[in-house]
Protein backbone atom coordinates (compact mmCIF):
# COMPACT_ATOMS: atom_id res chain seq x y z
CA UNK A 1 0.00 0.00 0.00
CA UNK A 2 2.31 2.47 0.71
CA UNK A 3 4.49 1.94 -2.82
CA UNK A 4 1.11 2.68 -4.41
CA UNK A 5 1.01 5.79 -2.37
CA UNK A 6 4.14 7.07 -3.46
CA UNK A 7 3.28 6.50 -6.58
CA UNK A 8 0.26 7.94 -6.52
CA UNK A 9 2.18 11.04 -4.67
CA UNK A 10 5.08 11.47 -7.41
CA UNK A 11 2.62 11.10 -10.32
CA UNK A 12 0.97 14.01 -8.65
CA UNK A 13 3.66 16.20 -8.29
CA UNK A 14 5.33 15.64 -11.54
CA UNK A 15 1.65 16.60 -12.52
CA UNK A 16 1.52 19.58 -10.81
CA UNK A 17 5.05 20.67 -11.82
CA UNK A 18 4.22 20.05 -15.46
CA UNK A 19 0.69 21.81 -15.23
CA UNK A 20 3.34 24.72 -13.56
CA UNK A 21 5.14 25.45 -16.59
CA UNK A 22 2.61 24.92 -18.52
CA UNK A 23 0.95 28.32 -17.08
CA UNK A 24 0.70 31.06 -19.31
CA UNK A 25 2.17 33.79 -18.47
CA UNK A 26 2.11 36.41 -21.29
CA UNK A 27 0.24 36.80 -23.45
CA UNK A 28 1.12 38.40 -27.11
CA UNK A 29 -2.09 38.57 -29.64
CA UNK A 30 -2.93 35.07 -30.32
CA UNK A 31 0.64 34.02 -29.27
CA UNK A 32 1.59 32.66 -25.40
CA UNK A 33 4.29 32.74 -23.39
CA UNK A 34 4.65 29.78 -20.54
CA UNK A 35 6.42 30.30 -17.14
CA UNK A 36 8.19 27.15 -18.83
CA UNK A 37 9.41 28.84 -21.36
CA UNK A 38 10.26 32.28 -19.52
CA UNK A 39 12.23 30.15 -16.59
CA UNK A 40 14.32 28.41 -19.45
CA UNK A 41 15.46 31.53 -20.85
CA UNK A 42 15.94 33.20 -17.71
CA UNK A 43 18.57 30.54 -16.50
CA UNK A 44 20.28 31.06 -19.78
CA UNK A 45 21.10 34.51 -18.44
CA UNK A 46 21.38 34.17 -15.22
CA UNK A 47 23.13 30.67 -15.09
CA UNK A 48 21.87 28.36 -12.66
CA UNK A 49 18.70 27.91 -10.24
CA UNK A 50 20.19 29.06 -6.90
CA UNK A 51 20.72 32.70 -8.66
CA UNK A 52 17.39 32.58 -10.54
CA UNK A 53 15.56 31.63 -7.15
CA UNK A 54 17.33 34.69 -5.38
CA UNK A 55 16.86 37.37 -8.16
CA UNK A 56 13.65 39.87 -7.22
CA UNK A 57 10.22 40.19 -8.71
CA UNK A 58 11.49 43.16 -10.24
CA UNK A 59 14.46 41.83 -11.85
CA UNK A 60 12.69 38.98 -13.36
CA UNK A 61 9.80 41.30 -14.66
CA UNK A 62 12.94 43.77 -16.29
CA UNK A 63 14.44 40.66 -18.05
CA UNK A 64 10.56 39.10 -18.98
CA UNK A 65 9.87 42.77 -20.70
CA UNK A 66 13.41 42.09 -22.48
CA UNK A 67 11.83 39.04 -23.66
CA UNK A 68 8.35 40.28 -24.76
CA UNK A 69 10.43 43.05 -27.07
CA UNK A 70 12.42 39.90 -28.44
CA UNK A 71 9.11 37.65 -29.36
CA UNK A 72 7.41 40.66 -30.53
CA UNK A 73 9.82 40.95 -32.95
CA UNK A 74 9.68 37.57 -33.98
CA UNK A 75 6.37 37.52 -34.33
CA UNK A 76 6.53 40.53 -36.89
CA UNK A 77 9.52 38.53 -38.65
CA UNK A 78 7.77 35.20 -38.91
CA UNK A 79 4.10 36.77 -40.34
CA UNK A 80 6.06 39.15 -42.60
CA UNK A 81 8.05 35.65 -44.23
CA UNK A 82 11.38 37.25 -43.52
CA UNK A 83 12.17 33.79 -42.84
CA UNK A 84 12.30 32.53 -46.58
CA UNK A 85 14.87 35.54 -47.24
CA UNK A 86 17.51 33.16 -49.30
CA UNK A 87 20.55 34.98 -47.49
CA UNK A 88 18.40 34.20 -43.58
CA UNK A 89 17.58 30.54 -45.27
CA UNK A 90 21.40 29.92 -46.43
CA UNK A 91 22.87 30.88 -42.90
CA UNK A 92 20.30 28.67 -41.06
CA UNK A 93 21.08 25.71 -43.63
CA UNK A 94 24.81 26.17 -42.37
CA UNK A 95 24.12 26.70 -38.83
CA UNK A 96 22.42 23.20 -39.51
CA UNK A 97 25.26 21.53 -40.88
CA UNK A 98 27.20 22.70 -38.13
CA UNK A 99 24.72 22.45 -34.92
CA UNK A 100 23.76 18.55 -36.54
CA UNK A 101 26.69 16.84 -35.60
CA UNK A 102 27.08 18.23 -32.68
CA UNK A 103 24.16 17.25 -31.72
CA UNK A 104 24.28 13.74 -32.50
CA UNK A 105 27.03 13.22 -30.50
CA UNK A 106 25.88 14.54 -27.35
CA UNK A 107 22.51 12.33 -27.88
CA UNK A 108 24.66 9.66 -28.56
CA UNK A 109 27.65 9.55 -26.06
CA UNK A 110 27.26 12.75 -23.80
CA UNK A 111 23.76 12.63 -22.56
CA UNK A 112 24.21 8.75 -21.40
CA UNK A 113 27.36 9.84 -20.04
CA UNK A 114 26.45 12.61 -18.09
CA UNK A 115 23.65 10.87 -16.52
CA UNK A 116 25.77 8.17 -15.60
CA UNK A 117 28.21 10.59 -14.21
CA UNK A 118 25.44 12.12 -11.97
CA UNK A 119 24.01 8.81 -10.56
CA UNK A 120 27.59 8.02 -9.15
CA UNK A 121 28.24 11.49 -8.06
CA UNK A 122 25.75 11.60 -5.73
CA UNK A 123 27.90 9.53 -3.60
CA UNK A 124 31.86 10.28 -2.66
CA UNK A 125 34.53 7.56 -2.23
CA UNK A 126 37.64 6.56 -0.30
CA UNK A 127 39.71 3.97 -1.59
CA UNK A 128 43.42 3.15 -1.33
CA UNK A 129 45.30 1.34 -4.08
CA UNK A 130 49.05 -0.05 -4.94
CA UNK A 131 50.24 0.31 -7.87
CA UNK A 132 52.48 -1.49 -10.21
CA UNK A 133 54.05 0.74 -12.89
CA UNK A 134 53.00 -0.59 -16.48
CA UNK A 135 53.31 2.12 -19.57
CA UNK A 136 50.52 1.93 -22.36
CA UNK A 137 53.56 0.67 -24.70
CA UNK A 138 54.85 -1.91 -22.83
CA UNK A 139 56.31 -4.75 -24.36
CA UNK A 140 54.72 -8.27 -23.85
CA UNK A 141 57.46 -9.43 -20.99
CA UNK A 142 57.01 -6.34 -19.16
CA UNK A 143 53.41 -7.01 -19.46
CA UNK A 144 53.41 -10.50 -18.39
CA UNK A 145 55.81 -9.40 -15.02
CA UNK A 146 54.13 -6.68 -13.37
CA UNK A 147 50.68 -9.08 -13.99
CA UNK A 148 52.59 -11.64 -11.93
CA UNK A 149 53.58 -8.95 -9.87
CA UNK A 150 50.54 -7.99 -9.24
CA UNK A 151 48.56 -11.48 -8.85
CA UNK A 152 51.40 -12.03 -5.92
CA UNK A 153 50.41 -8.72 -4.16
CA UNK A 154 46.64 -10.32 -4.47
CA UNK A 155 47.60 -13.55 -2.75
CA UNK A 156 49.36 -11.47 0.04
CA UNK A 157 45.76 -9.68 0.74
CA UNK A 158 44.00 -12.93 0.40
CA UNK A 159 46.64 -14.33 3.11
CA UNK A 160 45.33 -11.35 5.19
CA UNK A 161 48.14 -9.24 4.78
CA UNK A 162 47.47 -5.70 5.85
CA UNK A 163 46.84 -3.52 2.48
CA UNK A 164 48.70 -0.25 3.89
CA UNK A 165 51.40 -2.70 4.86
CA UNK A 166 51.49 -4.55 1.48
CA UNK A 167 51.15 -0.87 -0.36
CA UNK A 168 54.33 0.42 1.44
CA UNK A 169 56.23 -2.31 0.83
CA UNK A 170 54.78 -3.24 -3.17
CA UNK A 171 53.50 -0.10 -4.63
CA UNK A 172 55.29 1.78 -7.06
CA UNK A 173 53.24 5.46 -6.23
CA UNK A 174 55.74 7.89 -4.62
CA UNK A 175 53.43 9.40 -2.21
CA UNK A 176 52.48 5.93 -0.93
CA UNK A 177 55.28 6.65 1.46
CA UNK A 178 53.24 9.59 3.31
CA UNK A 179 49.64 7.65 2.76
CA UNK A 180 49.96 4.15 2.80
CA UNK A 181 47.86 3.49 -0.69
CA UNK A 182 45.48 6.15 0.94
CA UNK A 183 44.00 8.29 -2.02
CA UNK A 184 41.15 10.10 0.24
CA UNK A 185 37.54 10.53 -1.30
CA UNK A 186 36.90 11.29 -4.38
CA UNK A 187 33.98 11.38 -6.91
CA UNK A 188 33.15 10.39 -10.30
CA UNK A 189 34.96 12.60 -13.05
CA UNK A 190 38.10 12.94 -10.77
CA UNK A 191 39.90 10.02 -11.92
CA UNK A 192 40.37 8.00 -14.94
CA UNK A 193 37.09 5.89 -16.03
CA UNK A 194 38.71 2.36 -16.04
CA UNK A 195 40.05 2.81 -11.66
CA UNK A 196 36.52 5.24 -11.00
CA UNK A 197 33.90 2.03 -13.06
CA UNK A 198 36.24 -0.53 -10.83
CA UNK A 199 35.76 1.05 -7.32
CA UNK A 200 32.56 1.78 -7.55
CA UNK A 201 31.15 -1.50 -8.54
CA UNK A 202 32.98 -2.50 -5.27
CA UNK A 203 31.38 -2.36 -1.81
CA UNK A 204 33.12 -0.84 1.33
CA UNK A 205 36.13 -3.30 2.12
CA UNK A 206 36.64 -5.02 -0.58
CA UNK A 207 39.30 -5.35 -2.89
CA UNK A 208 40.28 -5.73 -6.42
CA UNK A 209 40.51 -9.50 -7.26
CA UNK A 210 42.39 -8.98 -10.62
CA UNK A 211 44.44 -6.24 -11.11
CA UNK A 212 42.88 -3.04 -12.91
CA UNK A 213 44.56 -1.32 -16.19
CA UNK A 214 44.90 1.74 -16.33
CA UNK A 215 47.01 4.28 -18.51
CA UNK A 216 49.29 4.68 -15.37
CA UNK A 217 49.94 0.75 -14.93
CA UNK A 218 47.82 -1.57 -13.10
CA UNK A 219 45.92 -0.91 -9.96
CA UNK A 220 45.10 -3.63 -7.32
CA UNK A 221 41.96 -1.37 -5.50
CA UNK A 222 40.54 -0.81 -1.72
CA UNK A 223 37.31 0.59 -1.18
CA UNK A 224 37.33 2.00 2.17
CA UNK A 225 34.42 4.06 2.31
CA UNK A 226 31.46 5.35 0.40
CA UNK A 227 28.74 7.41 1.78
CA UNK A 228 26.02 10.22 0.73
CA UNK A 229 28.11 13.29 -1.03
CA UNK A 230 28.08 16.98 -0.01
CA UNK A 231 29.01 18.94 -2.71
CA UNK A 232 30.69 22.10 -0.50
CA UNK A 233 30.64 23.70 2.92
CA UNK A 234 30.69 27.11 3.77
CA UNK A 235 33.20 27.54 6.19
CA UNK A 236 34.85 30.07 8.24
CA UNK A 237 38.69 29.56 10.56
CA UNK A 238 40.83 31.33 12.27
CA UNK A 239 44.75 30.32 11.29
CA UNK A 240 47.30 30.23 14.39
CA UNK A 241 50.45 30.29 12.36
CA UNK A 242 53.50 28.48 13.88
CA UNK A 243 56.64 30.61 15.42
CA UNK A 244 59.85 29.69 13.03
CA UNK A 245 63.24 31.13 13.42
CA UNK A 246 65.68 32.39 10.74
CA UNK A 247 66.24 29.49 8.82
CA UNK A 248 62.54 28.37 8.65
CA UNK A 249 62.30 25.66 11.50
CA UNK A 250 59.18 25.31 13.78
CA UNK A 251 59.78 27.04 17.10
CA UNK A 252 58.04 27.38 20.64
CA UNK A 253 55.54 25.29 19.12
CA UNK A 254 53.37 23.99 21.95
CA UNK A 255 53.10 27.64 23.26
CA UNK A 256 51.31 28.13 19.62
CA UNK A 257 49.22 24.65 19.80
CA UNK A 258 48.19 26.56 23.44
CA UNK A 259 47.08 29.49 22.30
CA UNK A 260 45.79 28.31 19.27
CA UNK A 261 43.48 26.14 22.13
CA UNK A 262 42.88 28.88 24.10
CA UNK A 263 41.15 30.55 21.02
CA UNK A 264 39.20 27.07 20.40
CA UNK A 265 37.91 26.94 24.10
CA UNK A 266 36.78 31.25 23.45
CA UNK A 267 35.05 30.00 20.28
CA UNK A 268 33.12 27.22 21.82
CA UNK A 269 32.25 29.40 24.45
CA UNK A 270 30.67 33.04 24.29
CA UNK A 271 32.98 35.36 22.27
CA UNK A 272 31.50 35.56 18.28
CA UNK A 273 33.50 33.62 15.80
CA UNK A 274 33.93 37.03 13.65
CA UNK A 275 35.30 38.82 16.58
CA UNK A 276 37.88 36.23 17.65
CA UNK A 277 39.19 36.12 13.41
CA UNK A 278 39.73 39.51 13.65
CA UNK A 279 41.85 39.51 17.01
CA UNK A 280 43.79 36.09 16.13
CA UNK A 281 43.73 34.91 13.09
CA UNK A 282 47.13 34.95 10.94
CA UNK A 283 45.15 34.18 7.82
CA UNK A 284 45.74 37.79 5.82
CA UNK A 285 43.74 36.41 3.12
CA UNK A 286 40.56 35.63 4.95
CA UNK A 287 40.98 37.89 8.16
CA UNK A 288 39.36 40.62 6.08
CA UNK A 289 36.08 38.34 5.01
CA UNK A 290 36.11 37.48 9.02
CA UNK A 291 37.86 34.09 7.91
CA UNK A 292 35.48 32.99 5.21
CA UNK A 293 36.74 30.56 3.00
CA UNK A 294 33.25 30.35 1.26
CA UNK A 295 31.58 27.58 -0.63
CA UNK A 296 34.47 25.34 -0.43
CA UNK A 297 34.27 21.65 -2.64
CA UNK A 298 36.13 18.67 -1.09
CA UNK A 299 40.15 18.45 -1.86
CA UNK A 300 40.64 21.93 -1.90
CA UNK A 301 41.24 22.41 1.81
CA UNK A 302 44.47 20.49 3.55
CA UNK A 303 43.79 17.41 3.93
CA UNK A 304 42.94 17.65 8.05
CA UNK A 305 40.93 20.54 7.86
CA UNK A 306 39.05 18.93 4.70
CA UNK A 307 38.15 16.04 6.58
CA UNK A 308 36.45 17.82 9.55
CA UNK A 309 35.24 20.85 8.07
CA UNK A 310 33.17 17.84 6.07
CA UNK A 311 32.39 15.65 9.26
CA UNK A 312 30.92 18.24 11.68
CA UNK A 313 27.69 19.46 11.26
CA UNK A 314 26.15 23.53 10.64
CA UNK A 315 27.71 25.73 13.71
CA UNK A 316 29.88 23.16 14.92
CA UNK A 317 33.46 24.42 15.51
CA UNK A 318 36.38 21.86 15.45
CA UNK A 319 40.04 22.25 16.27
CA UNK A 320 42.63 23.31 16.79
CA UNK A 321 43.63 21.13 13.20
CA UNK A 322 47.05 20.55 12.33
CA UNK A 323 48.43 21.17 8.95
CA UNK A 324 51.73 22.41 7.85
CA UNK A 325 50.47 26.12 7.77
CA UNK A 326 49.44 26.39 11.67
CA UNK A 327 47.10 25.52 13.48
CA UNK A 328 42.94 25.97 12.52
CA UNK A 329 39.84 26.71 14.21
CA UNK A 330 37.00 25.83 12.06
CA UNK A 331 33.33 27.40 11.93
CA UNK A 332 30.77 25.51 9.72
CA UNK A 333 28.55 27.99 8.82
CA UNK A 334 26.34 25.76 5.64
CA UNK A 335 26.57 23.24 3.07
CA UNK A 336 25.30 22.46 0.28
CA UNK A 337 23.83 18.97 -0.86
CA UNK A 338 23.72 17.37 -4.59
CA UNK A 339 21.69 19.14 -7.10
CA UNK A 340 18.81 17.86 -9.09
CA UNK A 341 20.14 16.31 -12.26
CA UNK A 342 18.44 19.23 -14.51
CA UNK A 343 20.36 21.61 -12.67
CA UNK A 344 24.06 20.11 -12.70
CA UNK A 345 23.66 18.61 -16.26
CA UNK A 346 25.47 21.25 -18.28
CA UNK A 347 28.08 21.74 -15.55
CA UNK A 348 28.93 18.11 -15.69
CA UNK A 349 28.25 17.77 -19.49
CA UNK A 350 31.15 20.63 -20.04
CA UNK A 351 33.36 19.09 -17.51
CA UNK A 352 33.05 15.89 -19.54
CA UNK A 353 33.80 17.17 -22.95
CA UNK A 354 37.33 17.98 -21.94
CA UNK A 355 38.03 14.61 -20.37
CA UNK A 356 40.12 11.82 -22.54
CA UNK A 357 36.99 9.63 -21.93
CA UNK A 358 35.42 11.92 -23.84
CA UNK A 359 38.06 12.00 -26.39
CA UNK A 360 38.09 8.30 -26.88
CA UNK A 361 33.63 7.77 -26.81
CA UNK A 362 34.03 10.54 -29.55
CA UNK A 363 36.54 8.57 -31.58
CA UNK A 364 35.30 5.03 -30.67
CA UNK A 365 31.92 6.35 -32.23
CA UNK A 366 33.14 7.94 -35.29
CA UNK A 367 35.44 4.89 -36.37
CA UNK A 368 32.16 2.54 -36.38
CA UNK A 369 30.28 4.96 -38.26
CA UNK A 370 33.33 4.79 -40.98
CA UNK A 371 32.91 1.24 -40.96
CA UNK A 372 28.86 1.44 -40.81
CA UNK A 373 29.50 3.93 -43.86
CA UNK A 374 32.32 2.00 -46.06
CA UNK A 375 34.94 4.90 -45.47
CA UNK A 376 37.60 4.86 -47.35
CA UNK A 377 40.59 7.45 -48.41
CA UNK A 378 41.35 7.28 -52.42
CA UNK A 379 44.71 6.43 -52.66
CA UNK A 380 44.92 8.83 -55.88
CA UNK A 381 43.86 11.87 -53.64
CA UNK A 382 46.90 10.96 -51.38
CA UNK A 383 49.50 10.80 -53.67
CA UNK A 384 47.92 14.29 -55.29
CA UNK A 385 48.44 15.86 -52.05
CA UNK A 386 51.79 14.48 -51.59
CA UNK A 387 52.84 16.07 -54.91
CA UNK A 388 51.64 19.62 -53.84
CA UNK A 389 53.18 19.29 -50.36
CA UNK A 390 56.77 19.63 -49.03
CA UNK A 391 56.64 17.00 -46.27
CA UNK A 392 59.49 19.46 -44.18
CA UNK A 393 56.72 22.02 -43.97
CA UNK A 394 53.28 22.72 -42.38
CA UNK A 395 50.05 23.64 -43.48
CA UNK A 396 50.81 27.25 -41.65
CA UNK A 397 53.76 27.07 -44.31
CA UNK A 398 51.37 27.53 -47.50
CA UNK A 399 47.98 29.19 -48.37
CA UNK A 400 45.90 26.66 -49.87
CA UNK A 401 42.99 28.64 -51.48
CA UNK A 402 45.70 29.96 -53.77
CA UNK A 403 47.85 26.47 -54.46
CA UNK A 404 44.79 24.75 -55.61
CA UNK A 405 43.40 25.54 -58.95
CA UNK A 406 39.01 25.35 -58.92
CA UNK A 407 39.26 22.25 -60.34
CA UNK A 408 41.84 20.83 -58.34
CA UNK A 409 39.21 21.46 -55.18
CA UNK A 410 36.92 18.79 -56.70
CA UNK A 411 39.43 15.96 -56.25
CA UNK A 412 37.69 13.23 -54.34
CA UNK A 413 40.25 12.52 -51.36
CA UNK A 414 37.50 9.95 -49.91
CA UNK A 415 34.33 8.55 -49.95
CA UNK A 416 31.37 6.80 -47.76
CA UNK A 417 28.35 5.61 -48.44
CA UNK A 418 26.51 8.10 -49.72
CA UNK A 419 29.04 10.71 -50.21
CA UNK A 420 32.61 12.07 -51.00
CA UNK A 421 35.01 13.99 -48.90
CA UNK A 422 36.58 17.09 -51.73
CA UNK A 423 39.73 18.84 -51.39
CA UNK A 424 37.32 22.02 -50.68
CA UNK A 425 36.04 19.76 -48.04
CA UNK A 426 39.27 19.69 -46.49
CA UNK A 427 40.43 23.12 -46.69
CA UNK A 428 37.27 24.34 -45.30
CA UNK A 429 38.15 21.98 -42.00
CA UNK A 430 41.83 23.55 -41.87
CA UNK A 431 40.89 27.35 -42.08
CA UNK A 432 38.43 26.93 -38.55
CA UNK A 433 40.52 23.72 -37.20
CA UNK A 434 44.36 24.69 -36.38
CA UNK A 435 45.00 20.66 -34.98
CA UNK A 436 47.92 20.02 -37.74
CA UNK A 437 48.91 23.57 -38.56
CA UNK A 438 52.33 22.39 -37.23
CA UNK A 439 52.75 19.13 -38.12
CA UNK A 440 54.99 18.27 -41.18
CA UNK A 441 53.00 16.81 -43.91
CA UNK A 442 54.38 13.66 -44.16
CA UNK A 443 52.02 10.85 -45.47
CA UNK A 444 50.68 10.16 -42.48
CA UNK A 445 49.71 14.02 -41.36
CA UNK A 446 48.09 14.23 -44.52
CA UNK A 447 46.12 10.93 -44.20
CA UNK A 448 44.81 12.30 -40.52
CA UNK A 449 43.88 15.33 -41.79
CA UNK A 450 41.61 13.68 -44.75
CA UNK A 451 40.31 11.69 -41.35
CA UNK A 452 39.72 14.57 -39.63
CA UNK A 453 38.04 16.56 -42.06
CA UNK A 454 35.53 13.24 -42.93
CA UNK A 455 33.91 13.68 -39.50
CA UNK A 456 31.57 16.29 -39.88
CA UNK A 457 30.11 15.03 -42.97
CA UNK A 458 30.01 11.29 -41.71
CA UNK A 459 28.33 12.57 -38.53
CA UNK A 460 25.63 14.48 -40.78
CA UNK A 461 24.96 11.61 -42.82
CA UNK A 462 24.41 9.40 -39.45
CA UNK A 463 22.43 12.78 -37.88
CA UNK A 464 19.93 12.35 -41.05
CA UNK A 465 19.88 8.86 -40.83
CA UNK A 466 18.55 9.29 -37.45
CA UNK A 467 15.58 11.62 -38.39
CA UNK A 468 17.08 14.18 -35.75
CA UNK A 469 15.23 16.62 -37.60
CA UNK A 470 12.09 15.72 -35.69
CA UNK A 471 13.35 15.35 -32.19
CA UNK A 472 11.67 18.36 -30.10
CA UNK A 473 15.12 19.43 -28.52
CA UNK A 474 16.76 19.85 -32.30
CA UNK A 475 14.04 21.70 -33.57
CA UNK A 476 14.15 23.83 -29.81
CA UNK A 477 17.14 24.56 -31.10
CA UNK A 478 16.98 25.53 -34.80
CA UNK A 479 14.06 27.56 -33.46
CA UNK A 480 16.23 29.70 -31.08
CA UNK A 481 18.84 30.42 -33.96
CA UNK A 482 15.84 31.45 -36.65
CA UNK A 483 14.50 34.13 -34.20
CA UNK A 484 18.03 35.04 -33.40
CA UNK A 485 19.07 35.46 -37.11
CA UNK A 486 15.99 37.49 -37.70
CA UNK A 487 15.77 39.88 -34.63
CA UNK A 488 19.40 40.64 -35.38
CA UNK A 489 18.08 41.56 -39.41
CA UNK A 490 15.29 43.38 -38.23
CA UNK A 491 17.71 45.34 -36.29
CA UNK A 492 20.42 45.73 -38.50
CA UNK A 493 17.62 46.28 -41.42
CA UNK A 494 15.03 48.31 -40.05
CA UNK A 495 15.93 50.30 -36.89
CA UNK A 496 20.00 50.74 -37.35
CA UNK A 497 19.05 52.15 -40.92
CA UNK A 498 16.80 54.92 -39.28
CA UNK A 499 19.53 56.03 -37.17
CA UNK A 500 20.85 59.02 -38.99
CA UNK A 501 23.62 61.70 -37.50
CA UNK A 502 24.48 65.02 -39.03
CA UNK A 503 26.99 67.49 -37.67
CA UNK A 504 24.04 69.60 -36.80
CA UNK A 505 22.45 67.38 -33.85
CA UNK A 506 26.41 66.15 -32.57
CA UNK A 507 26.84 70.38 -32.31
CA UNK A 508 22.88 70.85 -30.60
CA UNK A 509 23.91 67.59 -28.26
CA UNK A 510 27.47 68.90 -27.30
CA UNK A 511 25.98 72.13 -26.28
CA UNK A 512 23.46 71.11 -24.09
CA UNK A 513 25.85 68.32 -22.16
CA UNK A 514 29.47 70.16 -22.75
CA UNK A 515 30.02 69.39 -18.93
CA UNK A 516 29.77 65.73 -19.73
CA UNK A 517 32.68 65.85 -21.40
CA UNK A 518 36.32 66.60 -19.58
CA UNK A 519 39.94 65.51 -20.11
CA UNK A 520 42.83 66.28 -17.37
CA UNK A 521 45.09 69.00 -18.31
CA UNK A 522 48.93 69.12 -17.49
CA UNK A 523 48.08 70.47 -14.17
CA UNK A 524 45.75 67.73 -13.32
CA UNK A 525 42.94 69.56 -13.66
CA UNK A 526 39.68 68.59 -14.81
CA UNK A 527 38.94 70.80 -18.51
CA UNK A 528 36.45 70.22 -21.02
CA UNK A 529 36.56 68.87 -24.05
CA UNK A 530 36.38 70.76 -27.11
CA UNK A 531 33.72 69.81 -29.40
CA UNK A 532 36.00 67.91 -32.27
CA UNK A 533 37.97 66.15 -29.16
CA UNK A 534 34.29 64.79 -28.01
CA UNK A 535 32.87 64.17 -31.67
CA UNK A 536 33.12 60.45 -31.88
CA UNK A 537 31.63 60.23 -27.94
CA UNK A 538 28.91 62.01 -28.81
CA UNK A 539 27.99 60.51 -32.74
CA UNK A 540 28.01 57.07 -30.38
CA UNK A 541 25.83 58.39 -27.78
CA UNK A 542 23.19 59.74 -30.37
CA UNK A 543 23.13 56.51 -32.41
CA UNK A 544 22.18 54.70 -29.38
CA UNK A 545 19.62 57.26 -28.17
CA UNK A 546 17.99 57.47 -31.50
CA UNK A 547 18.05 53.71 -32.11
CA UNK A 548 16.31 53.51 -29.23
CA UNK A 549 13.54 56.12 -30.18
CA UNK A 550 13.55 54.05 -33.40
CA UNK A 551 12.88 50.58 -31.42
CA UNK A 552 10.19 52.28 -28.98
CA UNK A 553 8.39 53.76 -32.19
CA UNK A 554 8.68 49.88 -33.71
CA UNK A 555 7.76 48.20 -30.45
CA UNK A 556 4.91 50.54 -29.60
CA UNK A 557 3.45 49.45 -32.79
CA UNK A 558 3.78 45.75 -32.60
CA UNK A 559 1.76 46.21 -28.98
CA UNK A 560 -0.86 47.98 -30.47
CA UNK A 561 -0.72 45.46 -33.27
CA UNK A 562 -0.42 42.22 -30.75
CA UNK A 563 -1.52 43.34 -27.45
CA UNK A 564 0.58 42.21 -24.48
CA UNK A 565 -0.77 40.85 -21.31
CA UNK A 566 1.29 39.91 -18.26
CA UNK A 567 0.01 37.41 -15.68
CA UNK A 568 1.87 39.17 -12.65
CA UNK A 569 0.40 36.24 -10.27
CA UNK A 570 1.82 33.77 -12.45
CA UNK A 571 5.62 35.38 -12.43
CA UNK A 572 6.12 35.07 -8.91
CA UNK A 573 5.29 31.45 -9.28
CA UNK A 574 8.66 31.44 -11.30
CA UNK A 575 11.34 29.17 -9.97
CA UNK A 576 9.28 28.30 -6.77
CA UNK A 577 8.80 24.70 -6.32
Known amino acids: MYGILLVIALLA ?112 VRASHILINLPENATPQDSIFAYQKADSVIAKLKDGQDFGEVAMQYSMDRTVKTNRGDLYYFT ?184 KYSYKIIPEGIAFLKSKFDSVKTISDYNLDSLFSPQDKEKVLASYEGGQVKLIDVINHLNINRDFARMGLTELTITAIINSSAESPILNKKAKDSNIEKDDEYIASITDYENGLLVFRIDQDELWTKVKINDADINTYYESNKSKYTKTDSTGKPVNKTLDESKAEISNELQQLKYKDSEKAYLDGLRAKYPVTIHDDILAEAFKE
Open 13 to 124: FSASNCNKANKTLVDIGSDKITLGEFEKQYLKTVGNIDTAKNKSIDEKKQFLNLYINFRLKVKDARERGLLSNPDIQKDVEEYKRNYAPTYLVDKEIVTGKVKDLYEKRKDE
Open 188 to 371: AGMTVPEFEDAVYEMSVGDYSKKPVRTMFGLHIIKLTDRKPRTESVKISHILIQDKRDSIGNVIDSMATYQKALDVYNKAKGSDSFESLVQQYSEDAGSKTQNGDLGNVERRRLAQPVDSAAFLMGVGDIAGPIRTPYGWHIVKKFGEKKVGSLEKEFETIKNEFKKTKAYKDEYSKFVETLKG
